[in-house]
């Protein structure tokens, strides 16, 4: 996984004052306020106040079904988080009661929240001087379409304001996926059976609505990192904007249609979509198990068997998640010690989205055709037709990001372009050419794979 020297500012360069050969010294990173860190607190905050708020509603109706599904999609996802956060600042080797108790009410965020906010209070008020440097730091960086290695100094404070929004990156994908999803999806369903829309329900509907779309878009940044490691990576507005919108659309669209489904055929629904989780969840363990490949055991210093098992089993439930109702943007790799594939691999790209399609055209088709009038006063046809051209529109949204925006793209040895135009060739029947001598250009095309 990347490492949590993630200084987010884009330094400036020294190109003068080299410490070696081919390597620059860049000026110290500077220190920003914390917002991601605030804002991952608040949708934690918000989320778990308005899904105890809903538990005590249906309570009082008598609800005991939707009362228990709500309950429990809030304490799972709620544990995995306090689990992530230990995991990540390692308080199991420190003496730290206070914040230990804190994760035991499940208000771990908000402790380590103001935690990082004192540090930067600190930080502050020293005017930025921060003490000697702790450690160096190298990474590549794309400077006039050129590759240059960069070097920094970076100090305690900096260095423990970077693994607090580490820790909260992998915590609002925690929330998102494993808390937001089912939580989202089953306050949809039950809003559509029953026709009524109460304040409380809407507020957890909206906080999960921009949980999961906040997890999906980090998904995408943190792929990016993980993959590109040794690359110093900074997205501009106009790529997240672009992340945010095909996101939004893709799990917006997926979600509905996955609500609709399951709403016209009731129980019916469940082994489908069982099957679907399953096969994601144990697709990773069926290749390291073909693979003949031995588990890793440097993911983490003093792990043990059992420990390192708990970790994998973790990943690939937090995969699963992910890829059940967006794309991971990571190809899981269990026999690896950093367990992603950090090549481009648009084949399980371009698999993962033409199966999604198909499964969502024929979960919107069973509601067409088999949904109950009573769900909904509106045409069928209509909202079947809108959510599928959502769906087609995310996809376009991101091959336009690989296409034009990644912050990257000029490393890629192919581009979406290349990979389409591959399919297309594999496709032409190879006998209309027999008789006539290929051009340079054709056999140039024909060499991409």
């Not at 000026?27 to 905050?45: A, D, E, K, V």
């Not at 009524?196 to 906040?214: C, M, N």
């Not at 192919?414 to 006539?436: A, I, T």
């Amino acid at each position: 996984m990347d490492r949590v020297f993630e200084i987010r500012e884009e330094p400036s360069v020294e190109p003068i004052s080299s410490l070696e050969e081919d390597v620059i010294r860049g000026t110290n990173p500077r220190f920003t306020f914390p917002f991601g860190i605030l804002f991952s607190t608040f949708l934690y905050c918000g989320e778990a106040a308005s899904a105890l708020y809903m538990v005590r509603i249906y309570r009082k109706n008598s609800e005991t079904y939707w009362m228990a599904y709500t309950f429990s999609f809030f304490m799972f996802s709620s544990i995995m988080v306090q689990l992530t956060l230990i995991f990540v600042h390692r308080d199991l080797a420190k003496d730290k009661p206070l914040s230990l108790f804190m994760h035991l009410i499940l208000l771990g965020p908000v402790i380590r929240c103001l935690e990082a906010m004192i540090k930067y209070l600190t930080l502050w008020k020293k005017g930025g001087q921060e003490e000697p440097y702790v450690s160096l730091t190298r990474k590549k960086m794309l400077i006039n379409g050129e590759e240059v290695l960069i070097e920094w100094e970076v100090g305690h404070s900096i260095r423990t304001l970077a693994m607090h929004r580490s820790a909260y990156k992998r915590m609002s994908q925690i929330q998102a996926f494993l808390g937001s999803v089912p939580q989202l999806t089953c306050q949809l369903y039950v809003t559509l059976i029953s026709a009524d829309v109460p304040l409380g329900r809407a507020v957890l509907i909206v906080f999960s609505l921009i949980s999961v779309t906040y997890g999906a878009t980090l998904c995408n940044m943190l792929a990016i990192q993980i993959k590109y490691d040794e690359y110093k990576i900074r997205l501009g507005p106009l790529e997240v904007l672009c992340i945010t919108i095909w996101r939004t659309l893709e799990i917006t669209s997926r979600l509905m249609i996955l609500v609709l489904f399951s709403a016209t055929l009731k129980l019916k629904a469940v082994p489908f979509l069982l099957l679907n989780f399953l096969i994601i969840l144990f697709e990773p363990w069926v290749k390291f198990w073909r693979s003949g490949a031995h588990m890793p055991n440097n993911i983490e210093k003093n792990f043990s068997r059992l420990g390192t098992l708990v970790v994998l089993i973790s990943v690939t439930v937090l995969y699963a998640g992910i890829n059940f109702s967006c794309w991971s943007a990571l190809q899981l790799k269990l026999a690896d010690s950093d367990l992603v594939e950090k090549g481009q691999n648009w084949g399980h790209m371009g698999l993962h989205y033409s199966v999604r399609l198909l499964e969502n055209v024929i979960m919107v088709l069973v509601f067409k055709f088999f949904g109950v009038k009573v769900l909904l006063n509106y045409c069928h046809s209509l909202i079947a037709l809108q959510l599928i051209i959502a769906y087609l529109i995310s996809i376009g949204f991101m091959l336009l990001f690989f296409q034009y925006l990644h912050p990257l793209r000029s490393l890629f040895t192919h581009n979406v372009v290349d990979y389409l135009h591959c399919v297309c060739c594999y496709q032409h029947p190879r006998g209309r050419v027999e008789n006539s001598e290929p051009s340079i250009d054709a056999e140039a095309r024909q060499s991409i794979v």
